[in-house]
């Protein structure tokens, strides 16, 4: 899910349980950041009818990224990073209303994700960090995209992260749900209070050979209790469902998500190339450009407190809860409020 951050920012984490899919929403509290005042969060959405435009396909030299693109093509350009385990219809409500304000809007399948493939079948099925933020810079480069505004949640949030920390020339601006996601596997290293490893039992599942089979054989029910742990207060229905899950049938995604999280405690290296990328990483770098960051009210999956990271974003820097029993999933959960941070950040 979301946080590779110093895990020691978890210590006052509380236990997530199954029983989270079944909180109240009454009994939530709604709290308000500031700057909050403009952003619409509305009712816990469960997808409608709406469809993406047909998709694209650009080679960037490692993969072959598939991707929705709308919205005017000589307008300001918005990429959108989605996360594990959802993909590109996260953002499906947030797309027209930034295309209706005149941004070009970039939404990419992640490596191991939807239509995306690696050119080489002999090239690494490589999940760690660095690696797919580089695809995002790739993306760029290949479109010939100077700059963006970058935002994105969970995986998604986390690349958008690096590429505003490693390359400030390239994101004009950034949205990050839950906030300041960069980390390395120092820090995965770090042993949590049992309340807070508690929230991670994924991962230690997919450290072992027993989880990334079950994984393999059971990706859409595990991807479907994730998403209830994760937003326990968004009621979407099968078919909304049923549309994101078709993307982790792609060939690599078992081997890419199995990565990533093993790769987080060490348990799997890299690729050398990523080396230096990922030593400056571990230094826990600053974000320079101007930000807002957004984090839910009912937020099942592990994220750090705003508190924890506000010092990390040094440019112009705002964050915002979004009330409502709004969950991890925030862009397809709360379109509008995400939207309007988008719209706001430029303004910064």
Not at 290 to 305: Q, V
């Amino acid at each position: 899910m979301s946080s590779t951050i110093d895990r020691r920012q978890f210590v006052g984490a509380v236990a997530m349980t199954l029983a989270a899919s079944q909180l109240d929403a009454t009994s939530l509290a709604k709290a308000q950041g500031p700057g909050a005042g403009g952003a619409k969060s509305g009712p816990a959405r469960a997808g409608g009818t709406r469809s993406f435009p047909p998709l694209k396909q650009v080679n960037t030299g490692l993969l072959s990224i598939s991707y929705v693109e709308e919205g005017p093509a000589d307008g300001p350009t918005v990429i959108l990073l989605h996360g594990w385990p959802y993909d590109i219809h996260s953002f499906i409500d947030v797309t027209p209303l930034l295309a209706s304000e005149g941004y070009r809007v970039l939404v990419p399948f992640l490596r191991g994700y939807g239509g995306t493939r690696f050119l080489s079948s002999s090239a690494m099925r490589n999940g760690q960090p660095a690696a797919l933020a580089v695809d995002v810079v790739d993306l760029m480069d290949t479109l010939k995209i100077p700059s963006a505004v970058l935002a994105g949640f969970d995986w998604g949030g986390r690349s958008a992260d690096i590429v505003a920390a490693l390359w400030p020339e390239r994101c004009r601006a950034l949205v990050s749900v839950s906030g300041y996601l960069i980390g390395s596997q120092a820090s995965g290293r770090v042993p949590l209070p049992p309340a807070a490893e508690l929230q991670w039992w994924y991962q230690f599942y997919f450290a072992t050979d027993r989880g990334r089979a079950g994984y393999a054989n059971y990706t859409h029910d595990f991807a479907k209790l994730i998403w209830r742990l994760a937003s326990p207060n968004w009621k979407f229905s099968q078919a909304t469902f049923d549309r994101s899950a078709e993307a982790l049938d792609n060939p690599d995604h078992v081997d890419i998500a199995i990565h990533n999280y093993r790769w987080r405690l060490g348990l799997a290296q890299g690729e050398m190339r990523y080396d230096e990328l990922e030593r400056r990483l571990a230094t826990s770098p600053p974000v320079t450009v101007p930000t807002i960051t957004l984090e839910g009210d009912a937020n099942g999956a592990p994220h750090p407190e705003p508190n924890a990271y506000a010092n990390k974003f040094t440019g112009t820097y705002q964050h915002r809860t979004i009330g409502g029993g709004i969950g991890h999933n925030l862009p397809q959960e709360a379109p509008q409020a995400f939207a309007q941070a988008i719209l706001d950040v430029g303004k910064l």
